[in-house]
């Protein structure tokens, strides 16, 4: 069964601690995801990868960086994390062409920021 | 990237039949229409994707007229189970951007 493996399920963190989001697929994948979900806003797009070194800026990336030192691996980063980053996190992977089977997303990571 | 226009929630009840229409009046010629399903607290799950006309797999069917500016999901006799979010995206294989969705509400 394919998978992304988000790293944790929950997460509390202090307002101003650097945080780290770890996001693994084993489909070899070579484009991932990460969204935001908030209550009424839905599900917002933070940063993308199309390959191992390459990202691009979603629609809500201010607060956050990525990381994709291998493929299979995707990082979203909260340089400075403030009360606003409180959310939930999903990260998703898709090949490059349409597979029939759309993105695979993870169980997302419930972020707490006191 | 097109715009889709769902209801914001529909009610249903168990073994009925339901339809979800979206509308992507200006849907790109290479778009393919996606849809996803989310439950609470789980990352939202891909169900069924089509270009035009008729699309069956073992969880829904997809109804794509030939204009392609609407498309209708059908979920037979649905159960307590597929009370979830319902999402229609175009995709090509592009980024996913998702708009609200229609929260479906299955009742005993």
């Known amino acids: 069964d394919v998978k992304v493996t988000q790293s944790s399920r929950y997460l509390v963190k202090r307002t101003g601690e650097k945080v780290f989001l770890e996001c693994v697929q084993d489909m070899d994948h070579e484009n991932m995801f990460w969204y935001r979900q908030d209550p009424g806003l839905g599900l917002r797009l933070i940063y993308f990868?199309?390959?191992?070194?390459?990202?691009e800026k979603g629609d809500i990336p201010e607060g956050y960086s990525v990381s994709r030192e291998k493929k299979e691996r995707f990082s979203l980063i909260l340089e400075s994390a403030s009360t606003n980053q409180t959310s939930m996190y999903l990260c998703?992977?898709?090949?490059?062409?349409?597979?029939?089977?759309?993105?695979?997303f993870g169980s997302g990571t419930r972020l707490t920021v006191v | 990237l097109a715009k889709t226009t769902q209801p914001i929630s529909m009610d249903s009840y168990e073994g009925q039949e339901v339809n979800i229409t979206c509308s992507h009046n200006n849907i790109a010629t290479n778009d393919y229409i996606t849809w996803y399903q989310q439950f609470p607290s789980q990352g939202p799950r891909f169900i069924i994707q089509g270009y035009k006309t008729k699309v069956t797999n073992e969880v829904a069917s997809l109804f794509i007229p030939a204009d392609r500016k609407s498309s209708t999901l059908s979920l037979p006799r649905v159960s307590l189970s597929d009370t979830a979010v319902y999402y229609c995206l175009p995709y090509n294989t592009d980024k996913l951007i998702f708009g609200t969705g229609t929260r479906l509400q299955v009742f005993p």
């Open positions: 990868s199309y390959d191992v070194k390459m990202k």
């Open positions: 998703a992977s898709s090949p490059p062409y349409l597979s029939g089977y759309g993105y695979t």
